[in-house]
């Protein structure tokens, strides 16, 4: 049944997820040693030219906060920019207009009241650098440094973050780098060798912070897993590590069966799942989507729902960790973005207040 967690929005008393998290083999676990399987949303806006989540200027940050923990989910990735980090004058009234208490404030400061409100309904929170500069999205790029913000700003940007929220209880873990692409390794030379890369500023992280998750990206857009199998990667501390993998329609342009999409997964990155082995670690699906403004889009009837209902099936199967891209119900402000335009892939609708497609919540709501 669509909404079966209804039960939420009459609690006076939200339970809280028992925290830091860390891993036991494949598995995410909780402070109990626990499973704590990771099913949640990505929120994007953050790493766009306004610097804050979209929907804030359309609803208060503790109503989308609720629909979130009301839907059945229990965790949110939130993207950010390493400009949105360090820019230190205050966001634009009208991107928080929904919400007062945000005006004139800095970026960062709006971050701490939109984790703040997420762990207030029990949602723990992964912070992701998705990019360098605030933009949508960068064929150029695809490394975890730029001309303009080398590793060094890179790996301290992470090392401010992570003293900020060293004693948040809802920051659970850092995706280090969104998408590694365009000749990004996995070994190899310095230039373009993303494991060492990851490993530096894990390390520099846990000195912080031992408690957090380090959460790492394959390669090729984060399709690619192959390189853990000879390498992989180990920390200081132990049980941090977990690898994250992005899958959307379009890495799969010609159709194939779900023996043939399962093969694949098996051979680019689901064996890291297998128990017991040197490179066993839970892998979290960091982004996944499929259209929402038509029912086919969680139909066999088309390409993105057979996509869908494939893939979707294969992290059932596997019992894998996710958060599905995007809750937006309307665009953040970037290129190739219309602001306050319906998102096409988000579950809510542009009023951030029901489900765009009521059929892809519930399929989401199956596979928590």
Same mark, same amino acid.
Request: net charge negative; aromatic share 10%.
């Given at each position: 049944m669509i909404f079966f967690h209804l039960f939420l929005l009459f609690s006076n +008393?939200?339970? &809280? $997820?028992?925290? $830091?998290?860390?891993t036991e083999n494949r598995w995410i676990m909780d402070a109990e040693n626990k499973r704590f399987k990771l099913a949640g949303v990505n929120w994007y806006g953050f790493e766009e030219l306004d610097y804050v989540p979209a929907g804030l200027e359309i609803a208060h940050v503790d109503k989308i906060s609720e629909k979130v923990s009301f839907f059945g989910f229990n965790s949110v990735r939130l993207p950010f920019s390493i400009e949105m980090i360090l820019e230190e004058n205050a966001v634009s009234d009208n991107v928080v207009a929904a919400n007062p208490e945000m005006k004139g404030l800095s970026p960062i400061e709006v971050m701490d009241i939109v984790i703040d409100s997420l762990w207030s309904q029990g949602l723990v929170v992964i912070l992701d650098n998705h990019s360098s500069e605030a933009v949508w999205y960068s064929l150029e790029n695809g490394f975890w440094y730029t001309n303009e913000y080398p590793e060094k700003v890179w790996i301290e940007t992470w090392e401010r973050i992570a003293k900020r929220y060293k004693d948040h209880p809802a920051v659970v873990g850092f995706d280090l780098r969104n998408e590694l692409r365009n000749g990004a390794t996995w070994g190899g030379s310095k230039e373009t060798d993303w494991r060492g890369a990851a490993i530096r500023a894990g390390e520099a992280l846990l000195k912080i912070d031992p408690s957090k998750l380090i959460i790492v990206e394959g390669i090729n857009y984060a399709s690619d897993l192959r390189g853990v199998f000879e390498q992989p990667i180990v920390y200081s501390i132990p049980n941090r590590i977990v690898y994250s993998i992005h899958d959307y329609s379009w890495f799969h342009p010609d159709f194939q069966s779900y023996q043939e999409m399962k093969e694949g997964f098996d051979y680019f990155w689901g064996f890291v799942l297998d128990e017991n082995k040197s490179w066993t670690a839970p892998i979290w699906i960091g982004e996944f989507g499929? =259209?929402?403004? +038509? $029912?086919? =889009?969680? &139909?066999?009837?088309?390409v993105s729902g057979s996509w869908f209902l494939n893939f979707t099936r294969y992290l059932y199967e596997k019992d894998? +960790? !996710?958060?599905? !891209?995007p809750l937006n119900g309307t665009m953040a402000n970037g290129e190739t973005r219309t602001y306050g335009a319906l998102d096409w892939y988000g579950i809510l609708d542009q009023d951030w207040d029901k489900p765009s497609l009521p059929a892809l919540l519930e399929k989401l709501q199956e596979i928590q």
């Open positions: +008393d939200i339970q &809280k $997820p028992q925290v $830091p998290l860390h499929t =259209c929402s403004n +038509d $029912p086919n =889009c969680v &139909k066999d009837s088309s894998i +960790d !996710w958060a599905y !891209w």
